[in-house]
């Protein structure tokens, strides 16, 4: 089955793929400098109002040497766990500059979120909050200001969610922080995962802001992350422009000073980052190109495992002409597939493909699932580059394992 269908634009040349192949191997995670620091300074340019702080969510990848750079432009850290706050500190963020938005923690994660000296909680439950408001009493002498704020849940907004407090248990939230000798000065909104729709986003400020006046104290609102990024070629781009325009009029017209905390994960980071895979096998079945590559879902869980979609690249002289392929992982797990009915050139053994835009929940998804050691992580600066986390070799299945050896 041949078509002429438009391919993806490759991340850069041939010659940059089997060099960076040639030095770490494969498969292997190529993340591009320049592409971050452009999107960061597209998203940080759209918001024109002048109380505006973006925190970069970690959640999307851990990896120390993009949080530094993350850091350096200018970003703060959005943690949704402690471990979120842990790596965040180790790659230098100031706690004041962590906002920790979580769930369910237990006392002694609460201790240790207060104790990092982590600045800005915003809790998900009237009783995560009441054990903040206790922990902190035992450990207040030790601290540096401490802000919370609630996670909103109303369906109407939020959509169906586990996450957040409703409105109507705010009294009982507020009585709370000032028993506590607390102020509760934040409203955090997540408007739900990947949506590209910035009418999603604009549509809700009013109400947002109505709701933020009914705390006291209201200094911030942190209106979470969930903004889209286009992971088909054709796909439709959350309009950042848009977006930082109403938010702007809105807050503006507030009449007194709140601060915004913008929380983009994928946004920021997935366009930059890259798996190159190297074709193992390939068969025809029923016309259908059946292309085997030396990487797995454990290694990029999102697309087969999750249901999303990442556009694959080759290198391969095309002619124009594109078979449906399956691009299938180096395992047997029936859910196998790094992309499914993709449109390719043929290929042979030893070409190069490139899965796009995995910088977000890429690597931080991955998993030792079907035991295969992950692959390194590159940073791309032009074009020089330089590993920044090692390729795991067998001996991390052994990590923590206890068992007795014969003899
Ligand atoms: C509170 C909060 N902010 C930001 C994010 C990042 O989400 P996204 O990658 O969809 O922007 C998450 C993801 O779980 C989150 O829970």
Same mark, same amino acid.
């Given at each position: 089955?041949?078509?002429?269908?438009?391919?993806?634009?490759?991340?850069?040349?041939?010659?940059?793929?089997?060099?960076?192949?040639?030095?770490?191997?494969?498969?292997?995670?190529?993340?591009?400098?320049?592409?971050?620091?452009?999107?960061?300074?597209?998203?940080?340019?759209?918001?024109?109002?002048?109380?505006?702080?973006?925190?970069?969510?970690?959640?999307?990848?851990?990896?120390?040497?993009?949080?530094?750079?993350?850091?350096?432009?200018?970003?703060?850290?959005?943690?949704?766990?402690?471990?979120?706050?842990?790596?965040?500190?180790?790659?230098?963020?100031?706690?004041?500059?962590?906002?920790?938005?979580?769930?369910?923690?237990?006392?002694?994660?609460?201790?240790?979120?207060?104790?990092?000296?982590?600045?800005?909680?915003?809790?998900?439950?009237?009783?995560?909050?009441?054990?903040?408001?206790?922990?902190?009493?035992?450990?207040?002498?030790?601290?540096?200001?401490?802000?919370?704020?609630?996670?909103?849940?109303?369906?109407?907004?939020?959509?169906?969610?586990?996450?957040?407090?409703?409105?109507?248990?705010?009294?009982?939230?507020?009585?709370?922080?000032?028993?506590?000798?607390?102020? !509760? +000065?934040?409203?955090?909104?997540?408007? @739900?995962?990947?949506?590209? *729709? /910035?009418? #999603?986003? %604009?549509?809700?400020?009013?109400?947002?802001?109505?709701?933020?006046?009914?705390?006291?104290?209201?200094?911030?609102?942190?209106?979470?992350?969930?903004?889209?990024?286009?992971?088909?070629?054709?796909?439709?781009?959350?309009?950042?422009q848009d977006f930082g325009r109403e938010l702007t009029k809105h807050l503006n017209?507030?009449?007194?000073?709140?601060?915004?905390?913008?929380?983009?994960?994928?946004?920021?980071?997935?366009?930059?980052?890259?798996?190159?895979?190297?074709?193992?096998?390939?068969?025809?079945?029923?016309?259908?190109?059946?292309?085997?590559?030396?990487?797995?879902?454990?290694? !990029? +869980?999102?697309?087969?495992?999750?249901? @999303?979609?990442?556009?694959? *690249? /080759?290198? #391969?002289? %095309?002619?124009?002409?594109?078979?449906?392929?399956?691009?299938?992982?180096?395992?047997?797990?029936?859910?196998?597939?790094?992309?499914?009915?993709?449109?390719?050139?043929?290929?042979?053994?030893?070409?190069?493909?490139?899965?796009?835009?995995?910088?977000?929940?890429?690597?931080?998804?991955?998993?030792?699932?079907?035991?295969?050691?992950?692959?390194?992580?590159?940073?791309?600066?032009?074009?020089?580059?330089?590993?920044?986390?090692?390729?795991?070799?067998?001996?991390?299945?052994?990590?923590?394992?206890?068992?007795?050896?014969?003899?």
């Amino acid at each position: 089955m041949v078509s002429t269908q438009a391919f993806p634009t490759k991340p850069f040349s041939l010659e940059l793929a089997e060099e960076l192949l040639t030095n770490y191997g494969s498969p292997l995670y190529i993340y591009q400098h320049e592409h971050l620091q452009e999107t960061i300074a597209h998203i940080t340019q759209s918001i024109p109002y002048p109380f505006t702080k973006f925190h970069f969510a970690s959640v999307t990848n851990g990896n120390l040497e993009l949080l530094r750079r993350i850091l350096i432009s200018g970003w703060g850290l959005h943690a949704n766990t402690p471990g979120d706050i842990y790596l965040g500190l180790t790659a230098g963020f100031p706690p004041q500059q962590i906002v920790y938005s979580g769930s369910n923690l237990n006392r002694a994660e609460m201790e240790q979120v207060l104790k990092w000296g982590t600045a800005t909680l915003n809790l998900d439950s009237v009783s995560q909050l009441d054990l903040c408001c206790q922990v902190y009493q035992d450990v207040k002498q030790q601290l540096p200001r401490l802000r919370l704020g609630l996670r909103l849940n109303l369906p109407e907004l939020t959509a169906e969610n586990r996450i957040g407090v409703r409105p109507e248990e705010f009294p009982a939230a507020l009585k709370i922080t000032k028993a506590a000798g607390l102020k !509760l +000065s934040g409203l955090h909104f997540y408007r @739900g995962t990947g949506t590209s *729709a /910035t009418k #999603a986003f %604009t549509q809700v400020i009013e109400q947002l802001l109505a709701i933020g006046k009914l705390l006291p104290d209201w200094e911030y609102l942190d209106f979470g992350g969930g903004f889209g990024y286009p992971y088909h070629a054709d796909g439709v781009a959350f309009d950042w422009q848009d977006f930082g325009r109403e938010l702007t009029k809105h807050l503006n017209a507030l009449g007194r000073k709140i601060e915004l905390i913008i929380e983009p994960g994928r946004a920021a980071i997935a366009g930059c980052g890259t798996l190159l895979a190297t074709v193992v096998s390939v068969k025809w079945q029923s016309g259908k190109q059946i292309l085997g590559v030396d990487t797995t879902v454990a290694n !990029l +869980s999102v697309p087969s495992v999750h249901g @999303g979609y990442r556009e694959i *690249a /080759t290198w #391969a002289d %095309t002619n124009g002409e594109l078979y449906l392929t399956d691009v299938c992982g180096n395992t047997t797990y029936s859910r196998d597939y790094l992309g499914r009915n993709c449109q390719l050139p043929a290929l042979q053994i030893g070409d190069v493909v490139a899965i796009l835009d995995v910088g977000a929940y890429g690597y931080a998804m991955s998993s030792h699932f079907l035991h295969r050691p992950r692959p390194p992580e590159v940073l791309l600066e032009g074009d020089r580059h330089r590993l920044i986390r090692q390729r795991e070799d067998y001996s991390i299945l052994l990590n923590n394992q206890l068992f007795a050896q014969e003899g």
